[in-house]
């Protein structure tokens, strides 16, 4: 079945546009990343039953204790990820529901996504597919733990907050990579990593809350 793109009523096209202006209004400034977030449904990616909420700029819950992520966020991490330009080859860690996929999508040259929980993949490829999106690789696995075989990467942005951060991303980088992750556990904030040579250059950014980077797989 054909998915509905436009939405109607609280997830119409006007809808959209109220969220663009108050992520614009909080600080979002690229012309590009506005623009995905104002063409991606993002009611598709959440059950029927939350829909009429997609456009609010707050996390919804897709189920397994997972969140869509707050629009505003999606719209940061992303444009932190393009500041330096449009890097080639993206590792996405925790793509969940796929949102954050699809406007990486629409961004970049490539994106390599891992989730851990195969049913939240399996919906989300689907999505992708329906949307025709062809430069998104899906794998299921623990990001958190494993070398992706695509290694290195350009940019890697992890949708879900270590305590500190894994060595194994790190080692994964380009030079001149970046890494955008939310770092802590009762007090979390955005960091962006950029790899200069041998060494690791370190920012943060805001207070954010995040659901906590998870070991294991869940089929």
């Given amino acids: 079945m054909k998915p ?18 108050r992520l614009i209004d909080q600080g979002v400034s690229n012309i590009s990343v506005l623009n995905a977030i104002r063409t991606t449904p993002r009611h598709l990616f959440l ?3 939350m829909s009429h909420r997609a456009y609010e700029d ?17 719209a940061r991490m992303t444009e932190l990820l ?7 080859k993206v590792l996405e ?47 299921h696995g623990d990001g ?7 290694a290195p990467f350009n940019a890697i942005l992890c949708a879900a907050a270590p305590v500190s951060i894994p ?21 979390q904030v955005l960091k962006m990593i950029t790899r200069k040579d041998d060494e690791f250059v370190s920012e943060t950014f805001e207070t954010v809350r995040f ?5 294991g797989t869940v089929r």
């Fill in 4 to 21: 509905d793109i436009g939405g109607i009523g609280m997830t119409s096209q006007r809808t959209r546009e109220r969220l663009v202006q």
């Fill in 47 to 49: 059950d029927e039953a």
């Fill in 58 to 74: 707050t996390a919804l819950p897709i189920g397994f204790n997972q969140t869509l992520s707050q629009p505003y966020i999606v």
């Fill in 82 to 88: 393009l500041r330096d330009g449009r890097p080639e």
């Fill in 93 to 139: 860690i925790g793509s969940g529901s796929g949102y954050q996929t699809s406007v990486l999508a629409q961004l970049v040259d490539q994106v390599y996504a891992v989730e851990r929980i195969k049913p939240l993949l399996d919906k989300s490829r689907k999505i992708l597919r329906q949307l025709k999106y062809r430069n998104v690789m899906f794998q």
């Fill in 144 to 150: 958190s733990l494993e070398r992706h075989s695509y």
């Fill in 167 to 187: 060595e194994v991303f790190l080692q994964q980088l380009m030079p001149d990579g970046r890494l955008i992750l939310p770092v802590g556990k009762d007090s």
């Fill in 211 to 215: 659901v906590p980077l998870c070991e």
